[in-house]
């Protein structure tokens, strides 16, 4: 079985600010993980993956996340937000099974 | 836009009747995968169809029942419904049986009277 957990449900941080959501994970298979964003009334949308070689993986707007395998981790890191990045955040683990087990997702709310 | 579309995009019932979502997936993806998101169980995972066939299920409660048919699209049967199936009921597709790619639609937001 396979089970994540955002470490905080709420995370203020004023524009221009460093940002990081956090998130663990256990499995007992190799894992596959993933990032996805959800705005107010839509979707999920793919934020980042990390499936297999190089443990750090960006987005194209800039976020990034570092698969650390011994501290079972895969958090995500900005270093300067906007209004914009305004969304809740999901982190979420497949494994053999394939179907996604997401975390309670992370509220991330920037401040003018 | 993902490319996936859900209808109806809101559904208000009562207790006690039977509801149909349904999905098309993005063109060319075989895999459907559904999934339930609520503020008590936040989004869980429900069932997944791959090319027709029924490939994995999770929390699915045994009133729900789904299918894909031959076109590939979706539908999620929702029967005897009760006040906690109140939720936003998401698609998502994939081209492969993988899923490690999914592409989620904007969700049906299902209210239950």
């Known amino acids: 079985a396979q089970s994540v957990t955002q470490l905080d449900s709420q995370v203020p941080v004023f524009e221009e600010a460093p940002v990081e959501l956090r998130c663990n994970y256990s499995s007992s298979v190799s894992v596959y993980l993933f990032w996805y964003v959800q705005y107010p009334n839509q979707g999920l949308q793919l934020l980042l993956k990390y499936l297999s070689g190089s443990t750090l993986v960006k987005s194209i707007n800039g976020f990034e996340a570092e698969f650390n395998k011994s501290q079972t981790s895969f958090h995500l890191r900005k270093p300067s937000v906007h209004i914009s990045d305004t969304a809740e955040y999901f982190c979420a683990v497949s494994g053999s099974a394939r179907q996604l087990t997401f975390g309670s997702g992370t509220q991330l709310t920037v401040l003018p | 836009d993902s490319g996936v579309t859900q209808t109806p995009k809101h559904l208000i019932t009562a207790t006690g009747q039977r509801v149909t979502l349904r999905c098309s997936p993005r063109s060319g993806d075989l895999s459907v995968y559904w999934y339930q998101q609520s503020l008590d169980q936040g989004l869980q995972f429900l069932i997944h169809y791959y090319n027709g066939e029924e490939r994995a299920k999770g929390n699915i409660l045994e009133r729900f029942s789904a299918q894909q048919f031959p076109d590939l699209h979706s539908e999620l049967n929702l029967s005897s419904l009760e006040l906690g199936d109140s939720a936003l009921y998401f698609c998502?597709?994939?081209?492969?049986?993988?899923?490690?790619?999914?592409?989620f639609g904007p969700g049906t937001r299902l209210t239950v009277l």
């Open positions: 998502a597709s994939s081209p492969d049986p993988t899923g490690y790619e999914q592409f």
